[in-house]
């Protein structure tokens, strides 16, 4: 119970929330130019969508061997689940890692990165509605609605580029739809995730996850033909280095679910576009010195704040879970 508490209250701090929250969409939006470097060194095309599950399974899988690994050596239960806890921790990884990454590359397939990147922001709008019908003190109010509004605003500036084609009136389900359902997939499935760490250890949770959705994903891919082709030192790196980032910043993320509101974590997600953006500029030699992008910035910023100053008490320490 006492590192039941204590986890408590360093994950509930409130500066400790703006911190781990804000690295995890650092280590998210890092993601972006990682894996477009992968695809290149591994001449992985953008419609190779077997060869992209493979990529992503690798990925997954070894963040959730590595995050077990490191619960094992701390002295977590990582081999103490009860039997029913791992039926519910692997519909879990094949809904949060497998089955809204399926849904997400599909659609990203059929749109552009631009319409992509926007409407996966509405996961946060998701979580936020969800949160408000599942706990009694995650309610949605006028400050948190206009914070998520004025966040999604920002995603919008740093999508937005002068002439870009990439944003119309259009709409259909295996593009734009697909998009929205993965956005939809990951809310719920993060939600689940809360309830399940109440009774789970949060690393251990999260490691059993992580591997068994990238196990379903690389199965899936070597299924419909998929492979890694080329494979040499830098992209083994490189995906050693998104195993490594999604193992630290899932597991983070699990740890801020499991302490505090769900609407008051979510909303740092409108920040992973940014930084891929931005990030996506400095390593992939785009421009980076653009308005739209300190535009972007200051408005997700400003959404945070308007959802994270929330004048309500924070849940108990014996009682996160609201």
Same mark, same amino acid.
């Given at each position: 119970?006492?590192?039941?508490?204590?986890?408590?209250?360093?994950?509930?701090?409130?500066?400790?929330?703006?911190?781990?929250?804000?690295?995890?969409?650092?280590?998210?939006?890092?993601?972006?130019?990682? =894996?477009?470097?992968?695809?290149?060194?591994?001449? =992985?095309?953008?419609?190779?969508?077997?060869? !992209?599950?493979?990529?992503?399974?690798?990925?997954?899988?070894?963040?959730?061997?590595?995050?077990?690994? =490191?619960?094992?050596?701390?002295?977590?239960?990582? &081999?103490? *689940?009860?039997?029913?806890? =791992?039926?519910?921790?692997?519909?879990?990884? @094949?809904?949060?890692?497998?089955?809204?990454?399926?849904?997400?590359?599909?659609?990203?397939?059929?749109?552009?990165?631009?319409?992509?990147?926007?409407?996966?922001?509405?996961?946060?709008?998701?979580?936020?509605?969800?949160?408000?019908?599942?706990?009694?003190?995650?309610r949605l109010d006028?400050?948190?609605?206009? /914070?998520? @509004?004025?966040?999604?605003?920002?995603? $919008?500036?740093?999508? +937005?580029?002068? /002439?870009?084609? %990439?944003?119309?009136?259009?709409?259909?389900?295996l593009g734009e739809?697909?998009?929205?359902?993965?956005?939809?997939? *990951?809310?719920?499935?993060?939600?689940?995730?809360?309830?399940?760490?109440?009774?789970?250890?949060?690393?251990?949770?999260?490691?059993? !996850?992580?591997?068994? /959705?990238?196990?379903?994903?690389? @199965?899936?891919?070597?299924?419909?033909?998929?492979?890694?082709?080329? $494979?040499? *030192?830098?992209?083994?790196? +490189?995906?050693?280095?998104?195993?490594?980032?999604?193992?630290?910043? &899932?597991?983070?993320?699990?740890?801020?679910?499991?302490?505090?509101?769900? %609407?008051?974590?979510?909303?740092?997600?409108? @920040?992973?576009?940014?930084?891929?953006?931005?990030?996506?500029?400095?390593?992939?030699?785009? !421009?980076? +010195?653009?308005?739209?992008?300190?535009?972007?910035? *200051?408005?997700?910023?400003?959404?945070?704040?308007?959802?994270?100053?929330?004048?309500?008490?924070?849940?108990?320490?014996?009682?996160?879970?609201?």
């Amino acid at each position: 119970m006492t590192d039941r508490l204590g986890g408590a209250a360093f994950f509930s701090r409130p500066r400790n929330v703006v911190l781990l929250a804000t690295l995890c969409c650092l280590l998210w939006g890092s993601a972006y130019p990682a =894996i477009k470097s992968g695809y290149a060194l591994l001449s =992985i095309g953008r419609d190779d969508t077997a060869s !992209q599950l493979v990529f992503a399974g690798w990925r997954f899988l070894l963040a959730g061997v590595l995050l077990l690994g =490191i619960a094992r050596a701390i002295g977590r239960p990582v &081999f103490a *689940l009860p039997r029913a806890s =791992i039926g519910r921790i692997a519909l879990l990884g @094949l809904a949060q890692t497998s089955l809204q990454y399926v849904f997400f590359y599909v659609g990203l397939a059929h749109t552009t990165g631009v319409k992509a990147s926007i409407l996966n922001a509405t996961g946060t709008f998701f979580s936020v509605l969800l949160a408000h019908f599942i706990y009694h003190n995650d309610r949605l109010d006028h400050r948190k609605a206009l /914070g998520c @509004l004025v966040g999604f605003a920002g995603v $919008m500036a740093v999508n +937005l580029r002068s /002439g870009d084609q %990439g944003l119309d009136a259009g709409f259909t389900l295996l593009g734009e739809g697909f998009i929205v359902i993965a956005a939809f997939v *990951l809310s719920a499935a993060s939600i689940y995730g809360k309830r399940l760490s109440q009774r789970i250890d949060a690393m251990v949770m999260t490691g059993c !996850q992580l591997a068994i /959705g990238g196990l379903a994903l690389l @199965l899936a891919g070597h299924a419909f033909g998929g492979a890694l082709h080329g $494979m040499s *030192l830098a992209p083994a790196v +490189l995906l050693l280095y998104m195993a490594v980032l999604s193992a630290a910043a &899932f597991a983070l993320w699990a740890a801020l679910l499991k302490y505090n509101r769900v %609407g008051m974590v979510s909303v740092f997600n409108f @920040l992973i576009p940014v930084f891929g953006a931005l990030l996506s500029a400095l390593f992939l030699g785009e !421009q980076i +010195l653009a308005w739209r992008n300190a535009v972007a910035l *200051l408005l997700v910023c400003g959404g945070i704040w308007l959802v994270t100053t929330d004048r309500r008490p924070p849940p108990s320490a014996a009682n996160p879970a609201g």
